[in-house]
């Protein structure tokens, strides 16, 4: 595996074992233990290793059993439509919400959306608004206790963390961490650093502790991070913050599941016939014919159907082994597979579709947008 990752790109990860060998990212077993020997409940995506590493989130949760001021922080650059790749990120949102009950910051990334994407800041901020808040609150986030703020529209403090990050790292440390760099990469890093840094100030809150969840694809930017709090903290009080991390849902052709990619991709607002039609034809695990595969079985961990099911579409473990071992042995084919994988992904769909003109209207309620 390569020293560096593009998070920018198109990266599909296959081996999460040798990210974490290759990385230092800690194996998340531990704090599933620790998680329950507090109580504390165990959620889908950590029982099923989804989340499969973390960076000191240990030490964020004896933060938050103490009483400490802690929160959780993430981010989207609003350079698509929201997808169900997304909605993991989301799902732990309202995890640490409702069973931590910390503070939650979502940072819409226009900065970065019109540095490294080129979008129209006009663009960037309806699509931030009516596709990513709105699909958030439809989802279950809850708008009262979450903050979101556009990159562009934070005070001077966030930009002063900015410019003072700056001169922390040099050039040959960037290229070390990402690969390939350029102004508007090395400018949306450090822009990046300044979102998850920032919660931490008087100014903001704070929240001394905070945590990230991210995808595996994300690390170069919170290595970058954590080694800025550091060097900062000489001048600022700042800690090392935390964070999670998950696997990356595959699209429905075994690629990666992108805005960029819409044939291959479940959006929250696709119509039904077009999310469905995406649906039948997604790559499965299965045999060249039904005799070979009723003999030889499927192969549910090459099955992008099985995916949607791993990652929340089956919230019963005992349902989602069955429909393993029924595809393992050979009595579940493809395509009564699919038929069924449709009429959960069809409630979803049409329960949350429902949701968005009402979620919409409170995002731009409670969104600060930007005015230029």
């Avoid at 990230?212 to 080694?227: S, W, Y």
């Avoid at 291959?264 to 607002?269: A, D, E, M, S, V």
């Avoid at 077009?274 to 005799?291: D, F, N, P, S």
């Avoid at 099911?309 to 009595?331: M, N, T, W």
Wanted: some cysteine.
């Amino acid at each position: 595996m390569s020293r560096s990752i593009d998070p920018w790109g198109t990266v599909k990860i296959k081996d999460y074992d040798r990210l974490i060998e290759v990385f230092g990212i800690q194996p998340f077993r531990d704090i599933k233990l620790l998680l329950a020997r507090r109580g504390l409940p165990i959620s889908l995506h950590m029982r099923r290793g989804i989340i499969f590493g973390h960076r000191d989130f240990d030490k964020f949760l004896e933060a938050v059993s103490r009483g400490e001021r802690a929160a959780v922080l993430t981010g989207f650059m609003p350079s698509g439509k929201f997808h169900l790749g997304h909605k993991l990120t989301v799902d732990q949102l309202i995890y640490y919400q409702r069973e931590l009950g910390v503070k939650v910051f979502v940072a819409l990334a226009d900065a970065e959306a019109y540095a490294v994407r080129r979008i129209p800041r006009k663009q960037a901020i309806r699509v931030a608004v009516e596709e990513y808040v709105a699909s958030m609150i439809a989802l279950g986030l809850d708008p009262e206790k979450t903050e979101f703020y556009f990159q562009t529209n934070r005070g001077t403090p966030y930009y002063r963390l900015i410019q003072l990050a700056s001169g922390k790292v040099t050039q040959s440390e960037f290229e070390a961490i990402y690969g390939d760099i350029t102004p508007a990469k090395v400018v949306s890093a450090l822009t990046q650093a300044a979102d998850i840094l920032h919660v931490e100030l008087d100014e903001y809150g704070g929240y001394r502790w905070v945590v990230v969840p991210i995808g595996a694809d994300q690390d170069p930017h919170m290595r970058l991070t954590r080694d800025l709090a550091e060097r900062l903290s000489q001048e600022i009080s700042l800690n090392k913050p935390s964070a999670t991390y998950h696997k990356l849902i595959r699209g429905l052709d075994g690629g990666k599941m992108s805005s960029s990619r819409p044939d291959y991709t479940i959006f929250l607002t696709d119509p039904l016939d077009v999310a469905r039609k995406k649906l039948m034809a997604a790559l499965t695990g299965g045999r060249a014919t039904a005799e070979e595969q009723r003999r030889l079985g499927g192969v549910p961990e090459a099955c992008t159907v099985y995916d949607l099911y791993l990652f929340g579409l089956v919230q019963s473990d005992e349902e989602l082994a069955r429909i393993y071992e029924e595809c393992r042995s050979g009595k579940l084919l493809c395509g009564k597979c699919k038929r069924y994988a449709w009429t959960l992904l069809e409630e979803f769909l049409r329960r949350v579709q429902e949701r968005l003109p009402e979620a919409r209207e409170t995002a731009w309620r409670i969104v600060d947008a930007p005015r230029f």
